[in-house]
């Protein structure tokens, strides 16, 4: 979950699996994933790769922000 929002009207936010199978998908700034994929079903622990562009509210609308985001998370299940 991040920890600040401010000035975020919304992302696009893709959540792939080591086999680059997409796993979760949002436009929520808050996220919320859980460790599901699409369907639902517990994912197992692992490394999952996202890829993302944050929607910033200026001054003159709605705007990309100029660099989109990536990287790796390590998602751990009580399983």
Known sequence: MPRSRCFIDRIELKIFNRW????FETEDPAINWDG???SGNQL??????YVGQVFEQRLEGVTPSPD?????IELISGK
């Open 44 to 49: 197992p622990s692992g490394s999952y790769y």
């Open 68 to 72: 989109p985001i990536s990287g790796y």
């Open 36 to 38: 599901r994929n699409l």
């Open 20 to 23: 680059g199978q997409l796993v």
